[in-house]
């Protein structure tokens, strides 16, 4: 791995550990699932976060491809609609300014400015003893599973990882995907899960 990616990675650690503070209440929900509504727009399902909204809020959709902006018209839980969704609600929101094609499950609907969309993340991970039979090396490629998005990674290892021991890492992420210092994941290989992690530092 290059010095200026490393430089990077560590001067940028920091700075992500404050943004993530600062974003703490900030309104966060992954998107489990999408679907179309003639005569209201696109709707997006998940579960919130963190944070909480109301009805006529600006959010931005992150993930996935470029940073989209829309405004929420109606909040839906099971057919009740809601003045506003907080932390634990399993809501649908219906986005105004949101093409069909424009959401889908692995993005996250956020507060604005409260989120971002990474390809080069730094990692700290723990493999399974029993997930793979061999050590996770340079090139090593995998799923890595973060709220609703699952993206393949490329491990740049700072030394090789044995099965059932920690490491740490440079992952170069096939798409964009939205993720934070602090943030959670499964590492899948074969169809099953071989290990966890957390995201260490973000670049990019």
């Known amino acids: 791995m290059g010095r200026s990616v490393v430089a990077a990675l560590a001067t940028i650690a920091l700075a992500g550990t404050i943004t993530q503070a600062v974003a703490a209440d900030a309104f966060l929900m992954p998107i489990e699932d999408t679907f179309h509504i003639n005569g209201f727009g696109s ?31 109606k909040i839906d839980q099971g057919g009740k609609d809601l003045k506003a969704a907080a932390a634990g609600d399993k809501v649908g929101l219906v986005l105004k300014g949101i093409g069909e094609d424009e ?64 490491g740490s890492a440079a992952v170069a992420l096939q798409d964009p995907t939205a993720v934070a210092v602090g943030d959670e994941f499964a590492i899948a290989d074969g169809g099953k899960v071989v290990g966890s992690g957390k995201v260490t530092a973000v670049a990019d």
Request: glycine share 12%; charged share 20%; net charge positive.
């Open 43 to 73: 709707v997006a399902t998940g579960t919130v976060i963190r944070g909480s909204l109301r009805v006529g809020a600006k959010v931005e959709i992150v993930g996935l491809g470029e940073t989209k902006t829309a405004t929420i018209i």
């Open 103 to 166: 959401v889908q499950r692995g993005q996250v609907i956020a507060a604005p400015g409260s989120a971002k969309a990474h390809k080069q993340i730094r990692v700290s991970f723990t493999l399974l003893a029993d997930g793979r039979k061999r050590p996770v090396e340079d090139g090593y490629r995998a799923l890595l599973r973060v709220w609703t998005a699952s993206v393949s990674g490329t491990f740049d290892v700072d030394t090789p990882v044995a099965p059932g021991a920690a």
